[in-house]
């Protein structure tokens, strides 16, 4: 199991910057984000035989932030402007239910995080002015 995790996520770290053309709207930015922190919080859950047991911790910050390397902003979070801030628990949740076809449930989710822990998600974005593109970032909180 340790070289499947090892594998997987060695190729599939992609630290915490995207790029959007200049005209994307901020629901546009939200709705990419919100399904790519969805899409990153089913694949460690997934990793393990029964996610309400290995993934129920206030430990699953850090295993989500070390898996996948959001943590880096690059400018965005202190120049950019924060365009979201919500806990985003249902919305996810039905997410992960379809991506899993209904094999990790609502409530498996809502406490991935300990039992009324799930983050609040943080999106920040900035504009590039030498590349002409929107830079975002994300971060999730207690």
């Excluded at 060695?10 to 053309?21: A, D, R």
């Excluded at 029964?50 to 880096?72: A, H, N, Q």
């Excluded at 902003?73 to 950019?80: K, L, R």
């Excluded at 628990?89 to 498996?108: Q, R, V």
Aim: glycine share 10%.
């Amino acid at each position: 199991m340790i070289l499947i995790r090892e594998k997987f996520f060695s190729e599939h770290k992609i630290g915490g910057m995207f790029k959007f053309p200049p005209e994307t709207t901020d629901q546009t930015i939200i709705d990419h984000i919100l399904s790519d922190f969805a899409l990153k919080l089913y694949g460690i859950m997934k990793l393990y035989q029964d996610p309400k047991i290995g993934c129920s911790s206030l430990c699953t910050y850090d295993v989500f932030r070390k898996f996948w390397e959001i943590d880096d902003p690059g400018d965005v979070s202190h120049g950019g402007k924060e365009i979201y801030s919500e806990i985003p628990s249902d919305l996810i949740a039905k997410k992960i239910e379809e991506m899993s076809n209904g094999k990790i449930t609502k409530e498996e989710v809502d406490y991935s995080f300990g039992g009324g822990e799930f983050p609040i998600v943080k999106i920040w974005k900035g504009y590039h002015e030498g590349r002409d593109e929107i830079h975002v970032t994300y971060d999730i909180m207690r």
